[in-house]
T-cell receptor, first 115, second 115 residues
Framework: AQKVTQAQTEISVVEKEDVTLDCVYETRDTTYYLFWYKQPPSGELVFLIRRNSFDEQNEISGRYSWNFQKSTSSFNFTITASQVVDSAVYFCALIVNTNAGKSTFGDGTTLTVKP | EAEVAQSPRYKITEKSQAVAFWCDPISGHATLYWYRQILGQGPELLVQFQDESVVDDSQLPKDRFSAERLKGVDSTLKIQPAELGDSAMYLC?????????????FGPGTRLTVL
């Protein structure tokens, strides 16, 4: 069975601070994909990034960066110079190739960025 | 930009009543998912369709929930009778195919309150 743990339930930062959201996953499959989604107050989940299990390169996209480490089963997400508009719930999700399409989500981290 | 449509956005009902939610996926997306998201938790997959066929409904409470996608396009999720514990956000998502690397596109959700 698959499991995704987001230990940080809520994080509050002041605008322009950097913030890292943690994600730890469990799976026995060797081929899988990890995702991050953002859920603003409107409710719709917005796709942020996808990473496959064979690609451990870190990625930077603007103010967002992701650190994938198979050795610790972690896929952490960092927002640099946070902005008020970053306030949302962020979800980490896992899909394994033996159960293609079925996502296992963490319980999310609520990020509040204060002006 | 193509979007997943859901209606209604909000539904308030009394327990023991029947409710129905509708989802129209992005055109051309063969795979459709219904998720339930309880407040403070991540989405949980209820049912997955590949075209008009159910691929996974292992987490669907079949005594009261039903889902259909008759023509392989839009889909309806029904609850009869509704119970207090069914209060949640019901999210619909679609993807091109049921592959582990396929991004899922989410609709805005239907927030159900059972009184």
């Amino acid at each position: 069975a698959q499991k995704v743990t987001q230990a940080q339930t809520e994080i509050s930062v002041v605008e322009k601070e950097d913030v890292t959201l943690d994600c730890v996953y469990e799976t026995r499959d060797t081929t899988y994909y990890l995702f991050w989604y953002k859920q603003p107050p409107s409710g719709e989940l917005v796709f942020l990034i996808r990473r496959n299990s064979f690609d451990e390169q870190n990625e930077i996209s603007g103010r967002y960066s992701w650190n994938f480490q198979k050795s610790t089963s972690s896929f952490n997400f960092t927002i640099t110079a946070s902005q008020v508009v970053d306030s949302a719930v962020y979800f980490c999700a896992l899909i394994v190739n033996t159960n293609a399409g079925k996502s296992t989500f963490g319980d999310g981290t609520t990020l509040t960025v204060k002006p | 930009e193509a979007e997943v449509a859901q209606s209604p956005r909000y539904k308030i009902t009394e327990k023991s009543q029947a409710v129905a939610f509708w989802c129209d996926p992005i055109s051309g997306h063969a795979t459709l998912y219904w998720y339930r998201q309880i407040l403070g938790q991540g989405p949980e997959l209820l049912v997955q369709f590949q075209d008009e066929s159910v691929v996974d409904d292992s987490q669907l409470p079949k005594d009261r929930f039903s889902a259909e996608r008759l023509k392989g396009v839009d889909s309806t999720l029904k609850i009869q009778p509704a119970e207090l514990g069914d209060s949640a956000m019901y999210l619909c998502a679609s993807s091109l195919a049921a592959r582990e690397d396929n991004e899922q596109f989410f609709g805005p959700g239907t927030r159900l309150t059972v009184l």
